[in-house]
T-cell receptor, first 112, second 114 residues
Framework: SQQGEEDPQALSIQEGENATMNCSYK?????LQWYRQNSGRGLVHLIL?????REKHSGRLRVTLDTSKKSSSLLITASRAADTASYFC????????????FGAGTRLFVKA | GAGVSQSPSNKVTEKGKDVELRCDPI?????LYWYRQSLGQGLEFLIY????????KSGLPSDRFSAERTGGSVSTLTIQRTQQEDSAVYLC????????????FGPGTRLTVL
C-alpha cells in the first residue's frame, strides 16, 4: 500500500495565489521528496528534505517536515499557469528495504 | 547530457503474450528503480537495483514479473503472460547512488493489454 498520502486530491487556484499541499506518511523515514508530473515534462524532482531538517526553500517552493506528526507540506508561492501539474510526495523508509513510496498526488490547476 | 530513456514508448499487446520493457539510465548512475503508474494514480514501486543486483524486489506484483540489469547499466523489465490489469505506464528512474536520493525519471512505457 502507498505510504504517502497527499491532501487535497485536487486544488484549483488563480494565478498569483499561493498553493499548499500536504503529505502524510506512516513509518519512520530517512528523507521526503516532492516531485511534479505534467504531460509535457514527465516526473521531475523538486526538492528533498532530510529527516533532521524542518524546513527547506527552493525558489518559490517551501517545504516543511514534521516527523512527530509524520507529515510534510509543500507551499508554492505566487503560482503561475505553468505550475499546473500533479504533485507527489515520496518517502524513503529507514525501517528496512529500499523502496521509495509515492503518494497518490495532488492535482493542481492554476487558472490564468 | 542524455537523460533516462525508455523503450518502447508505447506497447500494445494481446492478453497472454510476453513483453519486455527497456530502460537506459543516466551513465554512471548505480541506483535504478522501476515503477508503474495506473491512470490518475501515484507510482507503485516495483524493484530497486544497486549495480546489477536487486536487493529489493518486494514490489513485483506476481511471479510473472521479472527484471534484470546488466553491466550496471541497461535494465529490462519482463512481464510474462500479460493480463489486462498489467495495463499501465511503466516508469524507470536512476540515481547516482542510493544515498543521493534524487531520482531522474524516464518518459515511461505505456503498456496496453487487450
Amino acid at each position: 500500500s502507498q505510504q504517502g498520502e497527499e491532501d487535497p486530491q485536487a486544488l484549483s487556484i488563480q494565478e498569483g495565489e499561493n498553493a499548499t499541499m500536504n503529505c502524510s506518511y506512516k513509518t519512520s523515514i530517512n528523507n521526503l521528496q516532492w516531485y511534479r508530473q505534467n504531460s509535457g515534462r514527465g516526473l521531475v524532482h523538486l526538492i528533498l528534505i532530510r529527516s533532521n531538517e524542518r524546513e527547506k526553500h527552493s525558489g518559490r517552493l517551501r517545504v516543511t517536515l514534521d516527523t512527530s506528526k509524520k507529515s510534510s507540506s509543500l507551499l508554492i508561492t505566487a503560482s503561475r499557469a505553468a505550475d499546473t501539474a500533479s504533485y507527489f510526495c515520496a518517502t524513503d523508509s529507514n525501517t528496512g528495504g529500499f523502496k521509495t513510496i509515492f503518494g497518490a498526488g495532488t492535482r493542481l490547476f492554476v487558472k490564468a | 547530457g542524455a537523460g533516462v530513456s525508455q523503450s518502447p514508448s508505447n506497447k500494445v499487446t494481446e492478453k497472454g503474450k510476453d513483453v519486455e520493457l527497456r530502460c537506459d539510465p543516466i551513465s554512471g548512475h548505480t541506483a535504478l528503480y522501476w515503477y508503474r503508474q495506473s491512470l490518475g494514480q501515484g507510482l507503485e514501486f516495483l524493484i530497486y537495483f544497486q549495480g546489477n543486483s536487486a536487493p529489493d524486489k518486494s514490489g513485483l506484483p506476481s511471479d510473472r514479473f521479472s527484471a534484470e540489469r546488466t553491466g550496471g547499466s541497461v535494465s529490462t523489465l519482463t512481464i510474462q503472460r500479460t493480463q489486462q490489469e498489467d495495463s499501465a505506464v511503466y516508469l524507470c528512474a536512476s540515481s547516482p547512488s542510493r544515498v543521493y536520493n534524487e531520482q531522474f525519471f524516464g518518459p515511461g512505457t505505456r503498456l496496453t493489454v487487450l
